[in-house]
T-cell receptor, first 112, second 113 residues
Framework: AQSVTQLDSHVSVSEGTPVLLRCNYS??????LFWYVQHPNKGLQLLLK??????LVKGINGFEAEFKKSETSFHLTKPSAHMSDAAEYFC??????????FGSGTKLNVKP | DAGVIQSPRHEVTEMGQEVTLRCKPI?????LFWYRQTMMRGLELLIY????????DSGMPEDRFSAKMPNASFSTLKIQPSEPRDSAVYFC???????????FGPGTRLTVL
């Protein structure tokens, strides 16, 4: 069975502090994993993806995620939050081509 | 690359009217997905096509919803008759055999009064 759990529905950080958005998955296969960001009233934009190459994946806007198979996790991090990072973030697992399972989303609030 | 194009961006209609949403996938992509997003239910997959053929329509809510993909560059999602509970943002996404992941359009915000 495939599933994605985003452990926090809301995360609030101060500008300039680190961001950690947690994602755990279960998959019967060796999946591809993705993080998408959705700014208010916008579509979903691909931040980064893991496809069984390097376990530490760098994405756009300074975000990165580390695939940890032993922990079945794919947490999203950024060293220093910016006000423009305020958005909703979705973790997605793809156990095979064209099959995608979305997490329920984490809303990131960045305080000045 | 123009990305996935959706039209209209906003649609306001009255209950009982027919609504048609349109999507143009990224050129060269052969998979197309329709999603619906609401506050209550989050993001839901409605249907996906591969090479213009519907592969999985298990997410289509009921017979009022229908989707077509007459060619590789165009798809429609039709709701007839529309109901207030259909109010949502509808996203189209595309992918391809040599593409890992999906690319989303900007969405159509549908309001049914």
């Amino acid at each position: 069975a495939q599933s994605v759990t985003q452990l926090d529905s809301h995360v609030s950080v101060s500008e300039g502090t680190p961001v950690l958005l947690r994602c755990n998955y279960s998959s019967s296969y060796s999946p591809s994993l993705f993080w998408y960001v959705q700014h208010p009233n916008k579509g979903l934009q691909l931040l980064l993806k893991y496809t069984s190459a390097a376990t530490l994946v760098k994405g756009i806007n300074g975000f990165e995620a580390e695939f940890k198979k032993s922990e079945t996790s794919f947490h999203l991090t950024k060293p220093s939050a910016h006000m423009s990072d305020a958005a909703e973030y979705f973790c997605v697992v793809s156990p095979r081509h064209n099959k995608f399972y979305f997490g329920s989303g984490t809303k990131l609030n960045v305080k000045p | 690359d123009a990305g996935v194009i959706q039209s209209p961006r906003h649609e306001v209609t009255e209950m009982g009217q027919e609504v048609t949403l349109r999507c143009k996938p990224i050129s060269g992509h052969n998979s197309l997905f329709w999603y619906r997003q609401t506050m209550m239910r989050g993001l839901e997959l409605l249907i996906y096509f591969n090479n213009n053929v519907p592969i999985d329509d298990s997410g289509m809510p009921e017979d009022r919803f229908s989707a077509k993909m007459p060619n590789a560059s165009f798809s429609t999602l039709k709701i007839q008759p529309s109901e207030p509970r259909d109010s949502a943002v509808y996203f189209c996404a595309s992918s391809g055999d040599r593409v890992i992941g999906q690319f989303f359009g900007p969405g159509t915000r549908l309001t049914v009064l």
